[in-house]
């Protein structure tokens, strides 16, 4: 991995061009990692995909770029999405910086009936994602999409897409794990009948998905519940638990 810093900026990149970094940006450039004119920094855009660059003009509040040769070509990650209920801060803080270390293509705050979490800045996560990104070597950066509400994002689901959805199946009190309808197969038997269509990974709060949600999901023909273990995993640990195995089995871990 190199040295060199690497940042993530807006327009569009090719040999030559000369850029200009925003105030955080340049801030961090210039205040934080003291660059100076003529210093080496890697650039990448989501689009255009890695290029050298070296700083070619600094002012108080600004600092610009120029782009030499182009280091990696654009490329993409699989087409997996992390739907997780938000945490308190901190934690849904890791969930977003580890989604994006661990390759997933959008990341989806979803509300549950136990969801028992702060407001959910977007905002916030997003620069999270762009920091995770930078850190990465992935040469984009996943959207994080406004929160929503479970029962309205399965109304309007593509059923192209199959939903992975960890169920503890801790509701049924005096039955036998999982009740009635039994506990979920194991998350990598499931996904090794699959195949490679789209997917996205449902991790639910800490209190685990309601009855009425859970019957909810199971009843849905794009959906897929899984189980992750004997053991019931706090909510981070399971998202972390789920991306894992999917990108060892159906991801860019195969490569």
């Known amino acids: 991995m190199s040295a060199t810093p690497r940042l993530h900026v807006a327009p569009d990149l090719g040999e030559g061009a000369d850029i200009p970094t925003d105030g955080d940006q340049a801030h961090y ?8 004119v003529g210093d080496p920094v890697r650039v990448f855009n989501g689009r255009d995909g890695e290029f050298e660059a070296s700083v070619s003009a600094v002012t108080k509040s600004t600092a610009r770029l120029l782009l030499g040769n182009r280091m990696r070509e654009q490329a993409a990650v699989p087409d997996l999405w992390l739907l997780f209920a938000p945490l308190k801060k901190a934690r849904t803080d890791f969930i977003v910086e580890k989604a994006v270390e661990l390759g997933a293509a959008e990341i989806w705050p979803v509300l549950t009936e136990r969801t028992d979490a702060e407001t959910v800045r977007v905002d916030r996560l997003s620069r999270i994602a762009i920091e995770a990104a930078e850190q990465t070597e992935r040469l984009d950066v ?8 479970l029962e309205s994002l399965l109304g309007k689901w593509d059923a192209s897409r199959l939903l992975i959805y960890a169920d503890e199946a801790g509701d049924d009190g005096g039955r036998p794990w999982g009740g009635e309808t039994g506990k979920a197969a194991p998350m990598a038997d499931v996904l090794a009948g699959i195949g490679d269509s789209p997917a996205a990974i449902l991790i639910g709060p800490e209190g685990g998905f309601s009855p009425a949600e859970r019957k909810r999901l199971r009843d849905l023909p794009f959906v897929r519940p899984v189980g992750l273990g004997p053991r019931i995993l706090r909510a981070e640990t399971a998202a972390l638990a ?9 991801g860019d871990w195969r490569r």
Request: net charge positive; proline share 8%.
């Open 242 to 250: 789920a991306l894992a195995l999917w990108q060892a089995i159906r």
């Open 142 to 149: 996943p959207p994080v999409r406004e929160a929503v509400k």
């Open 29 to 36: 450039l210039t205040r934080v990692l003291r660059l100076g």
